[in-house]
Protein backbone atom coordinates (compact mmCIF):
# COMPACT_ATOMS: atom_id res chain seq x y z
CA UNK A 1 0.00 0.00 0.00
CA UNK A 2 1.31 3.53 -0.80
CA UNK A 3 1.00 5.81 2.17
CA UNK A 4 -0.06 9.66 1.23
CA UNK A 5 2.40 11.39 -1.18
CA UNK A 6 5.14 13.22 0.09
CA UNK A 7 6.27 15.58 -3.30
CA UNK A 8 6.35 18.97 -2.48
CA UNK A 9 4.03 19.94 -5.44
CA UNK A 10 1.04 16.85 -3.44
CA UNK A 11 -2.15 18.89 -2.78
CA UNK A 12 -4.23 18.42 0.04
CA UNK A 13 -7.02 17.11 -1.77
CA UNK A 14 -4.16 14.29 -3.11
CA UNK A 15 -3.14 13.65 0.37
CA UNK A 16 -6.71 13.09 1.44
CA UNK A 17 -6.85 10.63 -0.90
CA UNK A 18 -3.99 8.69 0.32
CA UNK A 19 -4.96 8.76 3.64
CA UNK A 20 -8.63 7.50 2.62
CA UNK A 21 -6.86 4.98 0.70
CA UNK A 22 -4.35 3.44 3.18
CA UNK A 23 -6.81 3.29 6.12
CA UNK A 24 -9.69 1.83 4.02
CA UNK A 25 -7.68 -0.50 2.26
CA UNK A 26 -8.38 -4.44 2.51
CA UNK A 27 -5.67 -5.60 5.00
CA UNK A 28 -6.93 -2.76 7.51
CA UNK A 29 -10.84 -3.86 6.63
CA UNK A 30 -9.89 -7.24 7.38
CA UNK A 31 -7.44 -6.66 10.76
CA UNK A 32 -10.69 -5.07 11.90
CA UNK A 33 -13.00 -8.00 11.26
CA UNK A 34 -10.51 -10.54 12.61
CA UNK A 35 -10.96 -8.11 16.19
CA UNK A 36 -14.69 -7.98 16.13
CA UNK A 37 -14.89 -5.26 14.71
CA UNK A 38 -17.59 -3.41 11.97
CA UNK A 39 -16.27 -1.00 9.74
CA UNK A 40 -17.44 1.98 10.22
CA UNK A 41 -19.66 3.79 8.51
CA UNK A 42 -19.46 7.80 7.62
CA UNK A 43 -17.15 10.18 5.94
CA UNK A 44 -13.12 10.11 6.17
CA UNK A 45 -13.53 11.96 9.34
CA UNK A 46 -15.79 9.48 11.09
CA UNK A 47 -13.74 6.52 9.69
CA UNK A 48 -10.96 7.66 11.61
CA UNK A 49 -12.45 8.62 14.83
CA UNK A 50 -13.82 5.64 14.62
CA UNK A 51 -10.76 3.57 14.30
CA UNK A 52 -8.83 5.35 16.78
CA UNK A 53 -11.09 4.37 19.50
CA UNK A 54 -11.39 0.86 18.13
CA UNK A 55 -7.73 0.36 18.19
CA UNK A 56 -7.56 1.98 21.36
CA UNK A 57 -9.85 -0.71 22.98
CA UNK A 58 -7.61 -4.05 20.87
CA UNK A 59 -4.30 -2.74 19.95
CA UNK A 60 -3.00 -0.19 22.39
CA UNK A 61 -0.88 -3.23 24.23
CA UNK A 62 1.40 0.28 25.78
CA UNK A 63 -1.14 1.82 27.92
CA UNK A 64 0.55 4.94 28.02
CA UNK A 65 4.09 3.00 28.64
CA UNK A 66 7.46 3.30 26.76
CA UNK A 67 7.46 0.84 23.86
CA UNK A 68 9.84 -1.65 25.84
CA UNK A 69 7.09 -1.84 27.98
CA UNK A 70 4.63 -2.58 26.41
CA UNK A 71 2.49 -6.15 27.02
CA UNK A 72 2.68 -8.87 24.00
CA UNK A 73 -0.99 -10.11 23.58
CA UNK A 74 -1.13 -13.90 22.62
CA UNK A 75 -2.61 -14.63 19.53
CA UNK A 76 -3.50 -18.03 17.34
CA UNK A 77 -1.39 -18.89 14.32
CA UNK A 78 -4.69 -17.52 12.11
CA UNK A 79 -4.49 -14.36 13.72
CA UNK A 80 -0.96 -14.04 13.73
CA UNK A 81 -0.55 -14.75 9.64
CA UNK A 82 -2.93 -12.07 9.19
CA UNK A 83 -1.58 -9.31 11.48
CA UNK A 84 1.99 -9.76 9.78
CA UNK A 85 0.45 -10.32 6.66
CA UNK A 86 -1.59 -6.99 6.67
CA UNK A 87 1.96 -5.00 8.20
CA UNK A 88 4.13 -6.02 5.15
CA UNK A 89 1.01 -4.79 2.78
CA UNK A 90 0.95 -2.08 4.82
CA UNK A 91 4.19 -1.08 4.04
CA UNK A 92 6.13 -1.66 7.50
CA UNK A 93 8.13 -4.72 7.24
CA UNK A 94 10.40 -4.57 4.16
CA UNK A 95 13.34 -1.73 3.68
CA UNK A 96 12.74 0.70 -0.02
CA UNK A 97 15.84 2.81 -0.98
CA UNK A 98 15.25 6.25 -1.39
CA UNK A 99 12.82 7.33 -4.23
CA UNK A 100 15.17 10.55 -4.99
CA UNK A 101 18.95 10.98 -6.12
CA UNK A 102 19.25 13.99 -4.25
CA UNK A 103 17.79 15.51 -1.42
CA UNK A 104 18.26 19.02 0.48
CA UNK A 105 18.12 17.66 4.05
CA UNK A 106 18.24 13.95 5.49
CA UNK A 107 16.43 13.34 8.78
CA UNK A 108 17.46 10.73 11.51
CA UNK A 109 14.34 10.19 14.03
CA UNK A 110 15.80 8.98 17.01
CA UNK A 111 14.36 6.20 19.42
CA UNK A 112 15.74 3.41 21.38
CA UNK A 113 19.50 2.92 21.68
CA UNK A 114 20.06 0.64 19.12
CA UNK A 115 17.31 2.38 16.63
CA UNK A 116 20.02 5.60 17.16
CA UNK A 117 22.86 3.70 16.38
CA UNK A 118 21.01 1.88 13.75
CA UNK A 119 19.59 4.74 11.88
CA UNK A 120 23.17 7.04 11.91
CA UNK A 121 24.89 4.19 10.61
CA UNK A 122 22.45 3.95 7.72
CA UNK A 123 21.96 7.48 7.02
CA UNK A 124 25.79 7.51 6.65
CA UNK A 125 25.41 4.72 4.22
CA UNK A 126 22.83 6.43 2.01
CA UNK A 127 24.87 9.94 2.09
CA UNK A 128 28.41 8.18 1.02
CA UNK A 129 26.65 5.75 -1.82
CA UNK A 130 23.06 7.00 -2.66
CA UNK A 131 21.38 10.06 -1.95
CA UNK A 132 23.14 13.34 -2.12
CA UNK A 133 22.12 15.84 0.82
CA UNK A 134 23.10 19.69 -0.36
CA UNK A 135 21.81 21.29 3.30
CA UNK A 136 22.04 19.36 6.03
CA UNK A 137 21.59 15.86 7.92
CA UNK A 138 20.04 16.11 11.10
CA UNK A 139 19.65 13.83 13.75
CA UNK A 140 16.55 14.13 15.90
CA UNK A 141 15.78 13.54 19.49
CA UNK A 142 15.14 14.06 22.72
CA UNK A 143 16.56 14.05 26.62
CA UNK A 144 14.89 10.99 27.28
CA UNK A 145 17.00 9.22 30.29
CA UNK A 146 17.83 5.42 29.15
CA UNK A 147 16.09 2.62 30.93
CA UNK A 148 18.85 -0.23 32.13
CA UNK A 149 18.47 -2.27 29.31
CA UNK A 150 19.22 0.09 26.57
CA UNK A 151 22.37 1.13 28.69
CA UNK A 152 23.56 -2.55 28.49
CA UNK A 153 22.96 -2.49 24.73
CA UNK A 154 24.94 0.21 23.98
CA UNK A 155 27.72 -0.90 26.32
CA UNK A 156 27.54 -4.60 24.46
CA UNK A 157 28.46 -2.21 21.46
CA UNK A 158 31.00 -0.65 22.70
CA UNK A 159 29.44 2.26 23.20
CA UNK A 160 29.66 3.77 26.52
CA UNK A 161 28.65 7.45 28.67
CA UNK A 162 24.98 8.13 26.94
CA UNK A 163 22.23 8.43 29.62
CA UNK A 164 19.74 10.00 27.23
CA UNK A 165 18.53 9.42 23.69
CA UNK A 166 20.30 12.62 21.87
CA UNK A 167 23.16 11.06 23.36
CA UNK A 168 23.17 7.58 21.47
CA UNK A 169 22.20 9.19 18.66
CA UNK A 170 25.67 11.85 18.76
CA UNK A 171 27.28 8.65 19.64
CA UNK A 172 25.99 7.19 16.39
CA UNK A 173 26.69 10.04 14.42
CA UNK A 174 30.31 10.27 15.63
CA UNK A 175 30.78 6.92 15.02
CA UNK A 176 28.87 6.69 11.19
CA UNK A 177 30.23 9.72 10.05
CA UNK A 178 34.22 9.78 11.56
CA UNK A 179 33.71 12.89 13.44
CA UNK A 180 34.61 13.47 17.31
CA UNK A 181 34.27 16.88 18.27
CA UNK A 182 31.39 19.79 17.63
CA UNK A 183 32.33 22.38 15.39
CA UNK A 184 28.75 24.43 16.78
CA UNK A 185 26.80 23.95 20.31
CA UNK A 186 24.15 25.12 22.00
CA UNK A 187 20.95 24.69 24.36
CA UNK A 188 19.11 25.06 27.24
CA UNK A 189 19.43 22.79 30.12
CA UNK A 190 16.06 24.03 31.75
CA UNK A 191 14.57 22.38 35.09
CA UNK A 192 12.97 19.61 33.33
CA UNK A 193 14.29 17.33 31.01
CA UNK A 194 10.85 17.34 29.03
CA UNK A 195 12.11 21.13 28.47
CA UNK A 196 15.48 20.99 27.70
CA UNK A 197 17.30 21.31 24.16
CA UNK A 198 20.31 21.18 22.78
CA UNK A 199 21.94 21.28 19.08
CA UNK A 200 25.48 20.35 18.55
CA UNK A 201 26.87 20.70 14.76
CA UNK A 202 29.70 18.05 13.31
CA UNK A 203 30.97 18.88 10.14
CA UNK A 204 32.94 15.74 8.52
CA UNK A 205 35.43 15.96 5.42
CA UNK A 206 33.93 15.95 2.24
CA UNK A 207 30.41 15.47 3.56
CA UNK A 208 27.35 17.78 4.58
CA UNK A 209 27.30 18.81 7.97
CA UNK A 210 25.37 16.78 10.63
CA UNK A 211 23.48 18.25 13.85
CA UNK A 212 21.87 16.27 16.42
CA UNK A 213 19.09 17.98 18.02
CA UNK A 214 17.30 17.44 21.06
CA UNK A 215 13.88 18.52 21.08
CA UNK A 216 11.66 20.05 24.07
CA UNK A 217 7.97 18.87 24.25
CA UNK A 218 5.50 21.19 23.51
CA UNK A 219 3.70 19.42 26.70
CA UNK A 220 6.35 19.23 29.02
CA UNK A 221 3.86 18.66 32.44
CA UNK A 222 2.20 15.92 30.55
CA UNK A 223 5.01 14.23 28.47
CA UNK A 224 8.83 13.95 26.35
CA UNK A 225 8.83 15.09 23.03
CA UNK A 226 7.72 12.95 20.44
CA UNK A 227 8.33 12.40 16.73
CA UNK A 228 6.33 15.73 15.63
CA UNK A 229 8.07 17.82 18.47
CA UNK A 230 11.22 16.78 16.95
CA UNK A 231 10.42 17.59 13.30
CA UNK A 232 8.89 20.98 14.11
CA UNK A 233 11.53 21.78 16.72
CA UNK A 234 14.27 21.19 14.02
CA UNK A 235 12.03 22.96 11.05
CA UNK A 236 12.72 26.32 13.40
CA UNK A 237 16.30 25.57 13.45
CA UNK A 238 16.76 25.81 9.68
CA UNK A 239 15.26 28.10 6.27
CA UNK A 240 13.24 24.99 5.39
CA UNK A 241 12.27 26.57 2.06
CA UNK A 242 8.84 25.46 -0.51
CA UNK A 243 9.61 22.76 -2.78
CA UNK A 244 13.03 21.25 -0.26
CA UNK A 245 13.36 17.00 -0.42
CA UNK A 246 13.32 15.89 2.38
CA UNK A 247 14.93 12.51 3.24
CA UNK A 248 13.53 10.77 6.05
CA UNK A 249 15.15 7.74 8.15
CA UNK A 250 13.70 5.81 11.05
CA UNK A 251 12.68 1.58 11.09
CA UNK A 252 10.30 0.15 8.29
CA UNK A 253 7.70 -0.27 11.11
CA UNK A 254 7.41 3.41 11.73
CA UNK A 255 7.36 4.52 8.34
CA UNK A 256 3.44 5.00 7.76
CA UNK A 257 2.95 6.91 11.16
CA UNK A 258 6.27 9.15 10.99
CA UNK A 259 5.89 9.95 7.54
CA UNK A 260 2.16 11.29 7.97
CA UNK A 261 3.59 12.90 11.18
CA UNK A 262 5.97 14.56 8.87
CA UNK A 263 3.84 15.61 6.42
CA UNK A 264 1.92 17.40 8.58
CA UNK A 265 4.42 19.36 10.48
CA UNK A 266 6.43 19.89 7.44
CA UNK A 267 5.30 18.91 4.24
CA UNK A 268 1.47 21.37 5.04
CA UNK A 269 3.24 24.22 6.75
CA UNK A 270 6.21 24.68 4.46
CA UNK A 271 5.46 23.14 1.71
CA UNK A 272 8.63 21.05 1.53
CA UNK A 273 8.78 17.28 0.25
CA UNK A 274 8.67 14.31 2.41
CA UNK A 275 10.50 10.90 1.53
CA UNK A 276 10.50 8.56 4.81
CA UNK A 277 12.17 5.02 3.90
CA UNK A 278 13.17 2.81 6.95
CA UNK A 279 16.44 1.47 7.54
CA UNK A 280 17.65 -1.80 5.52
CA UNK A 281 18.55 -4.63 7.86
CA UNK A 282 20.68 -6.50 5.37
CA UNK A 283 23.19 -3.82 5.42
CA UNK A 284 26.66 -5.56 6.92
CA UNK A 285 27.68 -2.39 8.36
CA UNK A 286 24.99 -2.79 10.68
CA UNK A 287 25.49 -6.16 11.62
CA UNK A 288 27.26 -5.42 14.96
CA UNK A 289 23.61 -3.51 16.48
CA UNK A 290 21.22 -6.24 17.46
CA UNK A 291 17.82 -6.20 15.52
CA UNK A 292 15.00 -6.23 17.85
CA UNK A 293 11.98 -9.10 17.21
CA UNK A 294 9.29 -7.93 15.69
CA UNK A 295 5.49 -9.62 16.82
CA UNK A 296 2.05 -9.18 15.95
CA UNK A 297 1.72 -6.87 19.50
CA UNK A 298 3.89 -4.62 18.00
CA UNK A 299 3.18 -4.04 14.68
CA UNK A 300 -0.84 -3.83 15.59
CA UNK A 301 0.37 -1.35 17.99
CA UNK A 302 2.53 0.81 15.19
CA UNK A 303 -0.62 0.17 12.87
CA UNK A 304 -2.61 2.14 15.86
CA UNK A 305 0.14 5.01 15.73
CA UNK A 306 -0.55 5.02 11.96
CA UNK A 307 -4.09 5.61 11.94
CA UNK A 308 -3.44 8.43 14.89
CA UNK A 309 -1.15 9.94 12.49
CA UNK A 310 -3.31 9.90 9.56
CA UNK A 311 -6.30 10.98 11.62
CA UNK A 312 -4.29 14.00 13.02
CA UNK A 313 -2.54 14.63 9.16
CA UNK A 314 -6.38 14.61 7.95
CA UNK A 315 -7.50 17.07 10.29
CA UNK A 316 -4.68 19.44 9.73
CA UNK A 317 -5.23 19.92 5.78
CA UNK A 318 -7.68 22.82 5.29
CA UNK A 319 -10.37 20.68 3.58
CA UNK A 320 -10.75 18.47 6.17
Not at 25 to 45: E, K, N, Q, Y
Not at 253 to 272: E, K
Amino acid sequence: MALPGGAADTTDGRLGAGVRAWVESPPLRALVGRFGGDWPAGDLSAVLAALDDFSARHWDFRQGRERPDAREPAFDPATVRLVLDAAATLGMVRAAPPALPRYVHLLVLGGLAHACLRRTAYAAHLVRTVAGISGEVAALGSCRALSPAESRLLADAGTTDCATEVDALDAGVRAAFGVSAPSEETGEEADHPHRAWSSRTYRPAGLPPVRVLAAPSSEPDRRRAHTADTQRFWAEHIRLRPGDPVLMVTAPIYVPFQHCDALRTLAVPYGCGIDTVGVDPALATLAGVPEPTLTPGRYLQEIRSAIRSMRALHTALPAA
